[in-house]
């Protein structure tokens, strides 16, 4: 930029003849453009708002340049052009000119054949854990050559996640997780989510194969968890309903008033917050569980 600057001041003089002048001004729209196209190597475009907040998080933000529609964190975001959801917003994507596509756990699997065939360059990573996020923001870095910056948050991420001093109730407790009232959905043992809670303790009283599965009330009463957690949005006043639901009344969390609607941002998307949502469900379960 500095060279930039230099050839203005001499264009600015005005002793500079015709040719000189023809030939300077040449330069400095060839430096101008040069300088551009530095400045906005990276158009980044994510599929999901986890993504989204990793990307910020890494402070790559302003190379963002398309978002799905519900990233709504960091608020910078919601100034970004949004390209869609489960239905993607394929012109518009185009229009954007990414330089990479950002996808977690194939979110947006079904795009890739068409992402292939327009030559636009989609990744998809993968998350199970609360530390794969650090491994994905080191690829992510890589992808980008941003590896200072992908190196210092992955850094900072694990030192945090082994820093954790969480104290686990000494009773040991089942819970129920519900991502849906209706129909109920519940989060399994083997989903994200479920993963996060079993850090302080405590058993996932659905043992499935599959993440999400779709369950009926009898099963959670049968089953009788210490604790239920509702990740989906929910007025205070509507836990009663929940509470009410035909012989839920008879589970311990009912009786305890165990039932616990979270912020579901903190948990369903696997990224930076989670660690805010760990030492949320924490406190909750040690309070709890006596």
């Not at 959801?85 to 947006?108: A, C, F, G, H, Y």
């Not at 836990?239 to 009410?244: A, F, G, P, S, Y």
Request: net charge positive; glycine share 4%.
């Amino acid at each position: 930029m500095s060279t930039i600057k230099i050839v203005i001041s001499i264009l600015k003089k005005g002793k500079t003849d015709l040719k000189k002048k023809t030939i300077l001004l040449y330069t400095l729209f060839f430096l101008i453009i040069n300088y551009e196209l530095c400045a906005s190597n990276n158009r980044i475009i994510t599929l999901a708002p986890s993504q989204t907040e990793l990307v910020y998080a890494m402070g790559l933000g302003e190379q963002i340049v398309g978002v799905s529609d519900y990233s709504d964190y960091p608020k910078d975001a919601l100034n970004k052009t949004k390209i869609g959801d489960i239905e993607l917003k394929v012109e518009l994507i185009l229009s954007l000119s990414p330089t990479i596509i950002i996808d977690v756990n194939s979110m947006r699997k079904s795009y890739e054949p068409l992402f292939r065939r327009l030559n636009l360059n989609y990744v998809n990573y993968n998350i199970s854990e609360m530390e794969d996020i650090a491994s994905m923001a080191l690829e992510i870095g890589k992808c980008l050559k941003e590896e200072e910056k992908a190196n210092k948050f992955a850094s900072k991420w694990l030192s945090e996640v082994q820093a954790l001093n969480l104290k686990k109730p000494e009773v040991p407790f089942t819970f129920y997780a519900e991502i849906w009232g209706t129909p109920m959905q519940a989060a399994g043992n083997k989903s994200f989510i479920s993963k996060i809670i079993e850090r302080s303790g405590g058993k996932n009283i659905f043992n499935s194969k599959i993440e999400y599965p779709v369950i009926n009330k009898e099963s959670v009463v049968s089953l009788n968890p210490n604790v239920v957690f509702l990740f989906y949005p929910i007025k205070e006043e509507e836990i009663l309903n929940v509470k009410n639901r035909p012989a839920w009344k008879h589970i311990s969390a009912s009786k305890n008033n165990n039932i616990y609607a979270l912020d579901q941002d903190l948990f369903v998307r696997p990224g930076p917050r989670n660690l805010d949502g760990l030492k949320i469900i924490n406190k909750i379960l040690n309070k709890a569980i006596k």
